[in-house]
């Protein structure tokens, strides 16, 4: 048994950070625990450093293995058929979502956090989280009172003149639409189009592991990492954590003992050691045999994604990457507003993807992905299959459950179909073709030799003759109904959104943060877990709403401002 004054439980996105910082004071003994595999310099995966992500984040080897979710909000579902369970993406490996993520880094809006206020998490309002923000981020390209020049992480962006073909074409086609150009994604929070920020340098990505976890850090003799280890549950004397047990590749069990543990293992691992640890909605931890320690009922509820939707091409040979500057594979967002169901203005986003996989198919299908920025569907949950930590749990997003977000992707899909539409991309694409990340598209784009060999040969196919291609993109490639089909039937339309919304890798809100008279809230505003002295939690699981944007971003501010509180022992 070691004893440490600090315990961080997940080495992601929100536990490099609050390793750096807290290790920082020499006096702080501190353990962070990770369950993949760690990343030190010189010994970063290739597929992770590369600045396109499509090779890391289908890695089964970063990933945890066997995770399930239910995507379908039950409103949509047959009551007869139960919703399909998919496989979901999440990272297992040091850095977390960071290192097999898009590297996009944006903020959301100055309204998501004064929301965030407003619902009981007092001193997260835009004003209060900002300064945390510049403190995460080196912009290389802006200056002044929105940006950071001096944080770890390295913030850029591509430039129209570098965009391909295909990147250029949509920017023609929203300009068209009415929408102007914004060379600054994290500049003031306004509707238009832009250039992705990413957090990459020298076209490489820069993880939070690599920009937290540098050596100088990890040479610090009071900071100890620990890959490859599992935490199979929380240790208790009366009503303080005081520990953890954690389980290496050798299958022993280990106990540690710290004066604070904090859970930093993302919104749907992080509830689950919570339940498992006795933590939780006592129901529900009774129906699992699991003894109950503090009734929190918000633990594993109110789980937030953004769903989304997908519009795709056949990419003409001029308008794809063709071996340009950058093998970056999304160059332009485009931010609006759709005025529907009384949402906030920038509540929509669309990511042109001029390359949509790793493999030679991928190079020759360019997409529209849009999703809703700012959801209202906030029923998702997370659950145990049992008390066994060697069990993933039951995760429903249960998304599209608030008509609102229907109604806007609908409504979004026609947009999109209107640019796909004009002239500019006309002559950059062709056989367009509504687009869904189904059980086929995703075992395609898994990385293997038969997957290389069978996508070489259709690419092949595809590049010949404009009949053959025409039968292949309707019998191979698409499948379903067509663009057209769906535009004239507004009940095609729907049906095919519910099929083919899915989240984009951005769990949250399973421990929100809020006010004490707040039944459901299960943290105070500093991360403390509500009843248990000694345990908090940071990591996405704490928004008490996700924000309108990718969550990379906030879940370091998170860390960056928790950190904060706890040397300054608020």
């Given at each position: 048994m070691s004893e440490y004054d600090f315990i961080i439980v997940g080495g992601g996105s929100a536990g490099c950070v609050l390793a750096n910082r807290l290790s920082a004071q020499a006096a702080n003994r501190v353990l962070l625990c990770e369950a993949g595999p760690d990343t030190p310099a010189g010994a970063v995966p290739p597929a992770i450093l590369d600045s396109y992500p499509g090779t890391a984040y289908l890695n089964p080897g970063f990933l945890w293995p066997d995770l399930m979710v239910t995507t379908e909000g039950v409103a949509s579902s047959n009551s007869a058929v139960a919703p399909r369970a998919r496989k979901y993406e999440q990272a297992r490996i040091m850095g977390g979502g960071s290192s097999v993520n898009g590297q996009f880094f944006n903020r959301g809006g100055p309204s998501d956090y004064d929301e965030w206020a407003a619902r009981g998490a007092t001193g997260w309002d835009w004003d209060s989280v900002l300064p945390w923000f510049r403190k995460v981020e080196t912009d290389l390209d802006f200056?002044?009172?929105?940006?950071?020049?001096?944080?770890?992480?390295?913030?850029?962006?591509?430039?129209?003149?570098?965009?391909?073909?295909?990147?250029?074409?949509?920017?023609?086609?929203i300009g068209e639409q009415g929408y102007r150009y914004l060379p600054d994604q994290n500049g003031p929070f306004e509707d238009g189009y832009f250039p992705i920020a990413i957090s990459n340098r020298d076209e490489r990505r820069v993880s939070s592991a690599m920009a937290y976890l540098d050596n100088a850090t990890r040479a610090?003799?009071?900071?100890?990492?620990?890959?490859?280890?599992t935490v199979s549950r929380l240790v208790f004397d009366a009503g303080r954590c005081t520990g953890i047990c954690l389980v290496g590749?050798?299958?022993?069990?280990?106990?540690?003992?710290?004066?604070?543990?904090?859970?930093?293992?993302?919104?749907?691992q992080s509830p689950a050691i919570l339940m498992r640890s006795g933590i939780g909605p006592a129901a529900h931890l009774a129906e699992n045999g699991i003894e109950l320690r503090q009734n929190l009922p918000g633990v594993g509820q109110n789980l937030m994604e953004h769903p989304s939707i997908a519009l795709a091409a056949f990419l003409r040979r001029a308008s794809r990457l063709n071996g340009g500057p950058s093998r970056r594979h999304i160059y332009i967002g485009w931010r609006y507003s759709s005025q529907i169901g009384g949402a906030p203005a920038g509540d929509m986003f669309v990511a042109g993807v001029t390359k949509t996989s790793w493999h030679a198919v991928g190079d020759r299908i360019g997409t529209m992905l849009m999703y809703v920025n700012k959801p209202y569907s906030d029923r998702g949950a997370v659950r145990l299959r049992g008390a066994d930590w060697r069990v993933n749990p039951a995760v429903d997003f249960n998304l599209l459950?608030?008509?609102?977000?229907?109604?806007?992707?609908?409504?979004?899909?026609?947009?999109?179909?209107?640019v796909q539409l004009s002239a500019a991309m006309q002559a950059a694409t062709a056989n367009p073709f509504p687009a869904s990340y189904s059980e086929k598209v995703r075992q395609i784009g898994m990385l293997s030799r038969k997957n290389k060999l069978l996508t070489d040969t259709l690419a092949t196919l595809l590049d010949g003759p404009a009949p053959l291609r025409d039968f292949l993109m309707r019998r191979v490639v698409a499948g379903g109904p067509g663009l057209h089909e769906l535009l004239a039937d507004q009940q095609a339309l729907e049906t095919f959104v519910r099929g083919a919304c899915v989240g984009v890798w951005h769990p949250s809100c399973t421990c929100r943060m809020g006010a004490a008279d707040d039944p459901l809230a299960v943290l105070d505003p500093q991360g403390r877990v509500r009843g248990i002295d000694g345990l908090r939690v940071c990591d996405a699981s704490i928004f008490p709403v996700i924000p309108s944007g990718n969550i990379n971003f906030p879940t370091m501010m998170a860390a960056e401002k928790i950190a904060h509180s706890i040397l300054s022992r608020e």
């Amino acid at each position: 048994m070691s004893e440490y004054d600090f315990i961080i439980v997940g080495g992601g996105s929100a536990g490099c950070v609050l390793a750096n910082r807290l290790s920082a004071q020499a006096a702080n003994r501190v353990l962070l625990c990770e369950a993949g595999p760690d990343t030190p310099a010189g010994a970063v995966p290739p597929a992770i450093l590369d600045s396109y992500p499509g090779t890391a984040y289908l890695n089964p080897g970063f990933l945890w293995p066997d995770l399930m979710v239910t995507t379908e909000g039950v409103a949509s579902s047959n009551s007869a058929v139960a919703p399909r369970a998919r496989k979901y993406e999440q990272a297992r490996i040091m850095g977390g979502g960071s290192s097999v993520n898009g590297q996009f880094f944006n903020r959301g809006g100055p309204s998501d956090y004064d929301e965030w206020a407003a619902r009981g998490a007092t001193g997260w309002d835009w004003d209060s989280v900002l300064p945390w923000f510049r403190k995460v981020e080196t912009d290389l390209d802006f200056d002044g009172p929105l940006h950071g020049k001096d944080g770890p992480v390295p913030v850029r962006r591509i430039f129209p003149d570098a965009w391909p073909g295909h990147a250029k074409a949509l920017a023609e086609a929203i300009g068209e639409q009415g929408y102007r150009y914004l060379p600054d994604q994290n500049g003031p929070f306004e509707d238009g189009y832009f250039p992705i920020a990413i957090s990459n340098r020298d076209e490489r990505r820069v993880s939070s592991a690599m920009a937290y976890l540098d050596n100088a850090t990890r040479a610090r003799a009071n900071l100890h990492i620990r890959p490859e280890v599992t935490v199979s549950r929380l240790v208790f004397d009366a009503g303080r954590c005081t520990g953890i047990c954690l389980v290496g590749p050798d299958g022993q069990e280990e106990q540690h003992r710290a004066g604070t543990v904090i859970l930093s293992a993302g919104a749907l691992q992080s509830p689950a050691i919570l339940m498992r640890s006795g933590i939780g909605p006592a129901a529900h931890l009774a129906e699992n045999g699991i003894e109950l320690r503090q009734n929190l009922p918000g633990v594993g509820q109110n789980l937030m994604e953004h769903p989304s939707i997908a519009l795709a091409a056949f990419l003409r040979r001029a308008s794809r990457l063709n071996g340009g500057p950058s093998r970056r594979h999304i160059y332009i967002g485009w931010r609006y507003s759709s005025q529907i169901g009384g949402a906030p203005a920038g509540d929509m986003f669309v990511a042109g993807v001029t390359k949509t996989s790793w493999h030679a198919v991928g190079d020759r299908i360019g997409t529209m992905l849009m999703y809703v920025n700012k959801p209202y569907s906030d029923r998702g949950a997370v659950r145990l299959r049992g008390a066994d930590w060697r069990v993933n749990p039951a995760v429903d997003f249960n998304l599209l459950s608030d008509s609102r977000d229907l109604d806007r992707l609908t409504d979004g899909f026609r947009r999109m179909a209107a640019v796909q539409l004009s002239a500019a991309m006309q002559a950059a694409t062709a056989n367009p073709f509504p687009a869904s990340y189904s059980e086929k598209v995703r075992q395609i784009g898994m990385l293997s030799r038969k997957n290389k060999l069978l996508t070489d040969t259709l690419a092949t196919l595809l590049d010949g003759p404009a009949p053959l291609r025409d039968f292949l993109m309707r019998r191979v490639v698409a499948g379903g109904p067509g663009l057209h089909e769906l535009l004239a039937d507004q009940q095609a339309l729907e049906t095919f959104v519910r099929g083919a919304c899915v989240g984009v890798w951005h769990p949250s809100c399973t421990c929100r943060m809020g006010a004490a008279d707040d039944p459901l809230a299960v943290l105070d505003p500093q991360g403390r877990v509500r009843g248990i002295d000694g345990l908090r939690v940071c990591d996405a699981s704490i928004f008490p709403v996700i924000p309108s944007g990718n969550i990379n971003f906030p879940t370091m501010m998170a860390a960056e401002k928790i950190a904060h509180s706890i040397l300054s022992r608020e």
